[in-house]
């Protein structure tokens, strides 16, 4: 099922009330302020550069520019989608597909910084969320490698990146459903024991060594 595009006005409304809170967040605490803005790393089929513009607007750029001022905006991203004449084009079931129907894109975390880097005006960026949903643990750590390669190329290039988080530590509910995997540690739903996949010591060891 493919969502309706976001309305507009309701966008406005929620930038508005964004900026609202953070002044009375900023006049009462001295917390950091920011939220973060789903990114589908989107880009365009020849020809459809003013479509895409469009449809980024409406769905991230809105609220991306609604960022600037904040103290750092947080970015989720997991796959690209590809967007032609009439709009974001449904990606077709294929093998590399992960278990949620979506391209298998580990570069979509570094399209999706940059991007948000370009439109917020350089404010520092957190990754709030990136991952992807397969019973294969060496896909899991394929793909994360592959976005940590886009992410520290990005940092290198100037851009203020100021952490990474990963979706998830354990295999969790989501959308009404246990079965995409999207965890570092296994769960069994019977006995609640937690088992770690050969990922969690993989990223455990890239966080030690601070880089890919």
Do not use: C
């Amino acid at each position: 099922m493919r969502l309706p595009a976001p309305d507009p006005e309701i966008g406005a409304a929620l930038v508005k009330a964004h900026h609202a809170v953070r002044e009375v967040v900023r006049a009462n605490t001295d917390a950091a302020v920011g939220w973060t803005v789903a990114s589908r790393a989107l880009a365009a089929r020849p020809g459809a550069e003013d479509r895409l513009r469009e449809i980024e607007y409406v769905w991230e750029d809105l609220y991306l520019e609604g960022s600037r001022g904040d103290d750092f905006v947080g970015v989720r991203s997991y796959t690209s989608e590809w967007v032609g004449p009439e709009g974001i084009e449904p990606h077709p079931p294929h093998p590399d597909n992960t278990m949620m129907g979506k391209a298998y894109r580990p570069d979509a975390l570094g399209m999706s910084v940059r991007h948000t880097w370009d439109v917020t005006g350089g404010i520092p960026v957190l990754v709030t969320e990136n991952g992807i949903s397969t019973t294969d643990d060496s896909r899991r750590i394929a793909y994360t490698q592959g976005a940590l390669n886009g992410l520290f190329a990005a940092i290198d290039d100037g851009i203020d990146v100021r952490g990474y988080l990963h979706r998830s530590a354990l295999d969790n509910y989501r959308w009404g459903d246990w079965k995409p995997t999207l965890g570092l540690i296994a769960v069994d739903r019977e006995t609640f024991e937690r088992h770690p996949k050969p990922s969690l010591a993989w990223l455990g060891d890239v966080a030690r060594r601070g880089r890919p």
